[in-house]
């Protein structure tokens, strides 16, 4: 757009930028506060409130949270249902999204309504959790999975995504030889790397995120993903319902120590986000644009 | 079908063949035997967890016993339908749930297309990237993080938030189990978590208007105000009817995890949601049947409300979600 050199539109501009600095600041300060928080100690939070940087550094807490194995275990869970489920899930939402995407393929139009018709109406949270149930997948780390395997969302932004690829390319390959695997593995995946970034991205947030399904379908505590776990420490622990888990002759734990687990549970999915980030922007607005 | 055409597949639907006979439909269906080959394990994961539960919904008409299954549990008719509407409880929780929808419709969903104005309106490449990067960042953050770090923001031993209260003179607040500042804590983290997020579909469709209509309204004198008052705006607008719809439609539909993240003994009054009391009441009191009831409600109400909005937005002349 050309610059607008007018008093006014300096004025519009400067206004606008002053009110945005703050929206970005407000909201990143919650999370400097509490990742400065995790790397004091406990006193000079409680001396020192208003820390963003801290005075005094310290690792006190990382020792602490780390001094027994549950935290580890329970990252060692999240990371593995992180990569193993969203492996699986890109490689069965690539097949069906590249199926669906050829105009080829007969009563396509009766699988896309049916894929559309699960995001309009849905059986709820206990005929889910029966057939969860029934299939004997209680207590095991593939009903972290399995059950939100795919997601119609992300599988339709895949297929649309598939479907301005020019058929052309295809038609060729077709012709030197190439059957529809090999056409889907050779030619269109590594053609829609943005869109396999952004899904993949969509998906191991989704994976890293896994609280719902696991409070659902986990009864083992061992088997606890890091965010139930944080829920224990931070959500349980802040004076809320003393009846629940936590018995009340354990005190609370530090703050330092709540932010602490924090920063352990964000910190793997804000690190991949950089890498993924200039993608998913783009590849998002390809696929849901056309929708 | 067979020419090679370098023409995208979005181009408008041919319409459907028909067969000369049969035996041309099996030749093609066995020519693309290695495409439905690949859409095996998508259909499968679809029909398990999708329209095996939408069978399970009828275990709402019928007594369901664990044990004796959905053939052996003894059926019920209406019986638990109707006491949906007789039972204090629900209707309370159906309050509930219209607030904080009401709350969302209200309050949060104009947010996304102010500050995508916002950003749009800004000068330099590099500031509307580093802002855009900040403001996204809280979407990928899950619920239980989003709650976690307000929680220790607020709590009454050494929470930021109450320290500042007590600094500047007022007196500390139990943010976390006052009923009161249940309704404001969730949208305020519903905003915080969703807003940056929720502008980039309007960045995309303001990023399609045409540059040349801003030049000549400026050749007509118009201030940027004006611009975005009767250029991004009104180019906006068919997006903006599309979420809103999508939005309505998942009226009784707020999300299990951030609602019951929040819900404790103290402020259930107020904070106890359809979604949640589905799963109080199903999985912790086993009431199978009741609560799966209460969920097909919940179901058939987005369904009719998707559905006539739709029906609405396409006769006021703007373009449906489907």
Request: aromatic share 14%; charged share 15%.
């Amino acid at each position: 757009m050309v610059e607008d050199r007018t008093i006014s539109g300096r004025i519009f501009s400067a206004v606008n930028f002053t009110l945005l600095a703050i929206i970005a600041l407000v909201t990143v300060l919650p999370f400097v506060h509490v990742v400065a928080g995790s790397f004091t100690t406990s006193a000079e939070l409680a001396a020192n409130k208003f820390v963003l940087i801290p005075k005094v550094w310290s690792l006190e807490a990382y020792k602490f949270i780390f001094s027994t194995n549950t935290i580890f275990r329970a990252l060692g869970v999240s990371i593995g249902v992180t990569l193993v489920g969203t492996v699986f899930s890109m490689f069965i939402t690539a097949l069906m999204a590249y199926g669906l995407s050829r105009r080829d393929l007969d009563g396509r139009r009766v699988f896309n309504f049916l894929v559309v018709f699960t995001m309009l109406f849905h059986g709820g949270m206990i005929p889910t959790f029966l057939v969860v149930k029934e299939l004997g997948l209680i207590d095991s780390y593939s009903a972290l999975i399995l059950p939100s395997a795919i997601s119609a969302f992300n599988m339709i932004i895949l297929k649309n995504f598939f479907q301005n690829i020019p058929e052309g390319l295809e038609e060729s390959a077709k012709i030197d030889g190439c059957n529809d695997f090999g056409i889907l593995f050779k030619i269109v995946l590594p053609l829609s790397l943005p869109s396999i970034a952004t899904i993949s991205l969509f998906y191991a947030v989704t994976y890293w995120n896994t609280y719902m399904s696991a409070i659902l379908y986990l009864d083992d505590s061992a088997k606890w993903p890091i965010q139930v776990l944080l829920r224990q420490i931070v959500v349980l622990a802040s004076g809320m319902d003393h009846s629940a888990t936590l018995d009340g002759t354990v005190p609370p734990p530090d703050q330092t120590i709540k932010m602490a687990v924090i920063v352990v549970a964000t910190l793997p999915i804000l690190m991949v986000y950089p890498f993924l980030q200039k993608h998913f922007a783009k590849g998002a607005m390809l696929g849901s644009m056309k929708g | 079908m067979q020419e090679v055409t370098a023409r995208p597949r979005t181009a408008p639907e041919p319409k459907p063949k028909r067969y000369k006979s049969s035996s041309e439909l099996k030749k093609r269906l066995w020519r693309n035997k290695l495409l439905y080959v690949m859409l095996i394990p998508g259909v499968l994961y679809f029909i398990i967890f999708k329209y095996l539960p939408m069978y399970g919904l009828i275990i709402s008409f019928q007594d369901y016993k664990p044990y004796q299954g959905i053939t052996g549990s003894e059926w019920v008719g209406m019986k638990h339908f109707s006491r949906l509407f007789t039972e204090p409880d629900f209707l309370n929780i159906l309050g509930n749930t219209l607030i904080l929808f009401g709350m969302n419709i209200l309050i949060y969903f104009p947010i996304p297309i102010i500050l995508a104005l916002m950003l749009n309106e800004l000068r330099g490449t590099f500031f509307k990237r580093f802002f855009q990067t900040l403001v996204y960042v809280p979407h990928f953050m899950s619920w239980v993080i989003v709650v976690s770090i307000s929680f220790v923001m607020v709590t009454m031993d050494g929470g930021i938030i109450n320290e500042l209260l007590a600094y500047f003179g007022f007196s500390k607040i139990n943010f976390l189990l006052s009923p009161g500042w249940f309704r404001p804590m969730y949208i305020i983290q519903v905003i915080w978590r969703e807003a940056g997020w929720g502008t980039i579909i309007y960045l995309a469709s303001i990023a399609a208007i045409d540059p040349g209509l801003y030049e000549a309204s400026r050749m007509d004198g118009a201030g940027r105000l004006r611009q975005v008052w009767h250029i991004t705006l009104p180019a906006i607008r068919g997006v903006i009817i599309t979420l809103f719809i999508l939005k309505i439609g998942s009226v009784l539909d707020l999300g299990f995890e951030h609602v019951y993240l929040l819900l404790n003994s103290m402020n259930r009054e107020v904070a106890e949601i359809i979604d949640t009391y589905v799963y109080t009441a199903g999985l912790r009191q086993g009431q199978f049947s009741y609560s799966t009831a209460i969920g097909f409600f919940k179901s058939i109400v987005g369904l009719i409300m998707v559905m006539t909005v739709n029906k609405v937005s396409k006769k006021i002349g703007e373009e449906g979600v489907y």
